[in-house]
């Protein structure tokens, strides 16, 4: 269920960025503004960014196979990456576009209608933005959480658009227009790098949170009866899947069946405790013990 849920908000995503797309390019046709041409542009990038999203969770919910036998769940990160990439093409058409306007200055034309219009869109981002954000957060999926929050960037761009599109046709500074549209393109520009950032760290494999690694470290002290210490413990995070393995040091004369018994209770309460969890336990005599580990309690 929760896989089909999180296709069917991608899938949404998708369906929103058109409509956002469309409504921004109807703002844009109605004024001539380069600011809100800069603005759409950026919502071409959202709705390439929903496609992008949509392919890598579908791709990262397939089931491990011999090729990857640890499964496709970091297909998120690239997508990611992507999506960082495309955030910055945008940006630097947007650039381009402001130059030239700049050289040109011209006063946009049906200012109330355009800022009407561009003001919808705006809104069904925010809403978006918000629901993506935390339902990506809640599943642990990049992509989505990516998407969001490219979205919200977005929306901080169209405010400050449509605040110095009031000054540009109070003022009668034309120039203006221009100027703001170098400065969405800034603000995205720093969106993309935040988003390729993150998903690099992803792609390296990032430890899970200092939290999580307390959180877990407790579980193993607190259900290892009859070993003796646990150590070389190491996390990585590849989407929403967490992977822990760790030695564990058992008494030299311990039968295997035991020292099953302790790495199948040591594992049922991780699992318990950490959500989408593989775990893999070395176990080991206890002259390998390192004394420098986590001592069972």
Not at 30 to 58: F, H, K, P, Q, W
Not at 91 to 98: G, P
Not at 184 to 209: F, K
Not at 276 to 283: E, S, Y
Request: charged share 15%; proline share 4%; aromatic share 6%.
């Amino acid at each position: 269920m929760t896989n089909q849920r999180t296709l069917a908000v991608a899938g949404a995503s998708l369906v929103i960025g058109l409509i956002v797309l469309g409504l921004k390019g109807l703002a844009w046709q109605m004024t001539g503004s380069v600011a809100l041409y800069s603005d759409a542009l950026e919502s071409i990038v959202n709705v390439v960014t929903a496609i992008v999203a949509l392919i890598a969770v579908r791709l990262a919910q397939k089931p491990a196979d011999a090729a990857l036998p640890y499964g496709y769940h970091k297909a998120e990160y690239f997508s990611a990456v992507i999506v960082g990439v495309m955030i910055i093409v945008a940006a630097i058409l947007i650039v381009r576009e402001a130059y030239f306007g700049l050289m040109a200055p011209e006063m946009p034309d049906a200012p109330v209608e355009g800022l009407m219009i561009s003001g919808v869109a705006t809104v069904i981002n925010l809403v978006w933005a918000y629901v993506l954000i935390r339902y990506g957060r809640k599943v642990r999926s990049p992509a989505l959480e990516a998407d969001g929050k490219h979205l919200l960037t977005d929306v901080i761009s169209t405010v400050g658009v449509l605040v110095g599109l009031v000054l540009v046709f109070t003022t009668g500074f034309a120039p203006l227009d221009s100027i703001l549209a170098g400065l969405v393109a800034l603000n995205i520009l720093w969106s993309g790098w935040g988003v390729i950032r993150d998903s690099v760290g992803g792609l390296m494999d990032v430890a899970v949170p200092p939290e999580t690694q307390k959180l877990i470290r407790e579980v193993i002290a607190g259900n290892a009866e009859g070993a003796i210490e646990a150590h070389d413990i190491r996390t990585r995070q590849a989407g929403k899947m967490t992977f822990i393995d760790f030695h564990l040091v058992v008494p030299g004369l311990m039968s295997v069946e035991a020292a099953h018994a302790i790495c199948d209770g040591i594992e049922a309460k991780l699992r318990e405790a950490v959500e989408d969890v593989m775990i893999t336990i070395h176990v080991e005599p206890e002259e390998k013990a390192k004394h420098n580990g986590i001592v069972v309690v």
